[in-house]
Structures are given as C-alpha cells and as structure tokens.
C-alpha cells in the first residue's frame, strides 16, 4: 500500500526574511522510506525549510529541489501542519477525503474509513471537528496525511500543541503508520526527535546550519527512558547551548 | 423564555411611558394618540394593514433575494478575477458614496409606481453590505487552510479551492452581511413607496398622514416595526441553523 521509498534532495537553500540571511547554501538530504527528524530552536527557519520542501515558496525563500529519480516533487508530498487545519464545516470523513474532491475524484470512503479506523477514530467518522478534543482532532489530520498516499510526508511540529500523555502516544501512531514513507518531522522537542528519527537533524547558528547526529540504536519509537536516548538528549542540550 | 419576557418588560415599560406623555401633557389625538386609540385603529383596520403590509414584505422579500444573489455574485467575481477588482470595486464604493434617498425619485420615475421601483431601493440598499462583507470573507481565508489545498493539487485548481474551501470559509461573513441587509432591506422599500406608490404600509402611512389618521399612521408603524423585527429574527434564526459553525481562523504561523 505505502509507495515506493523516494529520496529527495534540496540544494543551496537560501532565506532572507526581513533583510536578515537565515540561511544561504544549505543542502538538505532525506533517506528514502526514512524518518528524519529536524530539530531546532524556534526561528531558526525549520518552518520555512519544511513549506520549501512543500512546494508553498514565498518571498525570500529559494533552493533546488528534487526527488531522487531526478523529477520535481509537486504533487508527491502530503504535509501535516502545528494546526490540525480540519475544516469546520465538514465531518471527520470528509475532511479526511479533501484531497480527492479538490481534484475532482471520486473519494475512496472504504479506504478512508480503513484509515480512520487505524487512527482510533471509527466511531468519529460523521462528528464534527469541533466537538473532538485537540488529540482526536491531530488523529483526523493524520489520516487525512495518510489518505493522500504520498511517498513523502511533511510534518510541522504536529504534535506539540498536545498535553504530554496524548503527545506520546500520537508519536507512536505517526511511527507505526508513516513507516515506509519519507518523512521529515519538524520540531523543537528534542525527545520528540530523538524517540521519532531513524535521522536527526540539528539545525543551528545564523546563518543557520544541519549538523547530523549519530544514529540512535533500536526502532522508532523509541522508549524517551531509554540510556541512550537520554545520552544523546544531554548532548543535544549541550549542542544547543542550553546546559 | 426569560428573554421573552424580559422584551415584554421593556414593550410594557414604553407603552407605559406613552401613556403617561400623551395625559401629562394633553396632547390632542391628531399629534400624538394614545395607545389604546392605536390599538382599536389596528384592530378596526387590520384586513387593510394586512393587504398592505403583505405588499411591503413582498417588496422587501424580492429585494433581499435579488440583492444576495447579485451582492454574492459580484463579491464572488471581485474575488477571482483582478479585472473585476480594477473595474467594479469603484462602483461598489460609489454605490454606497450616491444615498439611496437621492435617486429614488429617479427609480420610480424609471420601474414605475409598482413593485420595481421598491424591490430595486431594497436591493440597492443591501447590495453594499452584502457584496462587502462577503467579498472581505473571501479575501481572508486562513492561510494553513489554501496552504493544505495548495500541497493536495498537483496544479493549481483555483475553482475548486473557491468551491470546497474560500466559499464555505467565508459563510460566517456572508451570514453577518445578511443580518445588516434583513435591518435594513425595509427601509428601502418604504423609502421607494413614500416616493410614489399605490399600496404597501409606507403608502397608507403618508395617506393616513395626510388625512390626520394618526392613529392609524401608529398602527401602521407598527405592523412595520413588526415586519422589520420577524424578518430580522427569521434571517438570524435560519443563520444559526445552516452555519453552526464559528469563524474559526486558525492561526497563521509565520517564518519560526
């Protein structure tokens, strides 16, 4: 069902926002069928990176970007933003079948229930968003990410408007369904990262620059008790400047 | 319940305040009459308010419908295309620069003393609040919203983006621009049957004015306020029911 792993590749990213270079000539690398997670304090311009990687280009905001069979991205990616961005006037269902009517299909409700079902929500399919709590709204979000069936995935800081308990667990959801496709996860949580990334990035300085950091052992996700996610948090922290 | 009540007070507390204005100062039944002279005048004549006031609400019904209709089009072809923009947004702002009041002679001496006349004053007096506010809807839709759309479309489908997402968005918008067009669709139509006309409530009004049947005149006026505040209630109560939903912007993250 999950599409064939694609690696993309962006090249000599540039951002000027408001007179200021956030960042000039940064590659950007995600393994195919991998979980990459970036991580970094907040203005650094992870955002504008992702909606770069997203084809949503603004003023300012320049780079190369390309799959790894060498063709554009446009209409191979599915992004989940901070917000659940559910439209208020439409049931669960619906919202998670925009995709296929703003193209004029056919929506395919079988495979939207499926996924529904997968996400927790069968029983939610015909609530309005409104009256879900801000966990089961993020659930129907991820399914609709899911429903568009793109072999990369996009995600901006998804999580992180969640109370702790519901965030830990809609991290274990994302692992287990997203597995398979490219994914680049954005956030300022570094535990996020480092219990999600077969990958993470650490995004840093002004202008901004990646630094990798080595791989953590085990399958996402990973226990946040675990050594040596704990080992690698300190790092992280210190890398950040923020111990 | 408590708010029903609440509006009889304050009908009863004006009633009262009436009263006592017309005995304290012995005000002659041609310039003001009490409300109980009122009242048997709407009792006496009330199959004559009716007729007419079935006329006005005619006036104002037609005027609505064909004002939303032409308000939504114009905000809808202000919104798509930027030659629309350029060439009917001025006369959008000069529709509400020339009062009404000013070229209802004009409308009357054109449509005639008929229907056509009131139904365009009510349709011309909407149109602004309609087509503004719908338009300003349109034009602010949340950004994560076209974002979302804008990933989802392999190219862009500008249609359909405006039909499943700017539309449906700015409904609540819409909805507050009827609110103001049902308050004051009414006067247009009144305003066109001062001008000239030959039935309605604004009609009998200026007729019973001329002929000193003030009390009729009061009666009259109410059956208007009437007319004015069900219309009003019905366009809100049906606004309620089909866009349960609250305007909800989610909020636009900028570069972080």
Partial sequence: MTPAPLAVSLRAA???????????????????????????????????????????????????????????????????????????????????????????????????????????????ALARPDTLSGGMRQRAALARTLMEDRPVVLMDEPFSGLDALTRLRLQALAAELLAGRTVLLVTHDPLEALRLGDHVLVMNGRPATLSTLPDLPGVPPRDPGDPAVQAAYRAILRLLGAV | MRGLGRVLLTLAGLLLVWQIVVTLGELPPYILPDPLAVAASLWRNAGMLLGHAGVTALEILMGMVLGTLLGCSSALALSYSRRARRWLLPVLIASQAIPVFAIAPLLVLWLGYGLGSKIAMALLIIYFPVTANFYDGLRHTPRGWLDLARVMLPEPRRWAVLRHIAIPAALPALGSGLRVAAAIAPIGAVLGEWVGSSAGLGYLMLHANSRMQVDLMFAALLVLAALAVGLYFIVDASLKRWLPWHPATPETSETD
């Fill in chain 1, 14 to 124: 540039r951002l000027v926002y408001g007179g200021l270079i956030l960042f000039d000539g940064l590659d950007l690398a995600l393994a195919g069928g991998c979980f990459t997670c970036l991580l970094g304090p907040s203005g650094i311009g992870k955002t504008s990176l992702l909606r770069l990687l997203a084809g949503l280009t603004a003023i300012g905001i320049s780079g190369e970007l390309r799959g790894d069979d060498g063709l554009p991205l446009t209409g191979r990616v599915a992004y989940m933003a901070q917000q659940d961005l559910l439209l208020p006037w439409l049931n669960v269902l619906d919202n998670v079948t925009l995709g296929s009517r703003l193209r004029g299909e056919h929506p395919d409700r079988e495979r939207a229930l499926h996924l529904l079902a997968q996400v927790g929500l069968a029983d939610c």
